[in-house]
């Protein structure tokens, strides 16, 4: 009887991972399987609870990095989350001190802040954008001429 209690949670966790597709509940359907496994072999409860906690845990801690990493490999970065690390031309002196400064990336202007406040980068200039505040382009200058 056991066993099939298992097999019924093995079932349902692959169906919500077939769902939501997320890699979430597939580590505790991992889980689930050796409890159902551990119960026919005659395993006690006690046993088929913990086996069922300790692989789950394993396989979260240890294989889900991995995955991530393989399954999100080809994930292209959006909208603005992708000028992150691009090169922009400034067309506004950049001062952080003075609240100024604008950039062209892709034939769009963003309003741009240098990541060291006490910096001023000229109009021209190429810089490097470091990261997203809001509407705002954090950017660094560059070496490039």
Request: aromatic share 6%; charged share 20%.
């Amino acid at each position: 009887m056991q066993p099939l209690i298992w097999l019924g949670i093995l079932a349902a966790l692959l169906f919500i991972e077939a769902i939501t597709a997320g890699l979430t509940t597939i580590w505790f359907a991992g889980g689930a399987l050796i409890a159902a496994i551990a119960s026919y072999a005659g395993a006690n409860l006690t046993i088929q609870i913990l086996l069922f906690l300790c692989v789950s845990v394993v396989l979260l801690i240890f294989t889900r990095p991995v995955a991530m990493r393989y399954f999100n490999k080809e994930t292209v970065q959006t909208n603005a989350n992708s000028l992150i690390g691009k090169k922009a031309v400034v067309i506004q002196e950049i001062d952080n001190l003075a609240q100024t400064g604008q950039v062209r990336i892709n034939d769009i202007e963003w309003t741009a802040r240098s990541v060291d406040d006490e910096a001023k980068i000229e109009k021209d200039t190429i810089v490097e954008i470091r990261e997203i505040q809001g509407v705002k382009l954090i950017v660094r200058k560059t070496d490039q001429p």
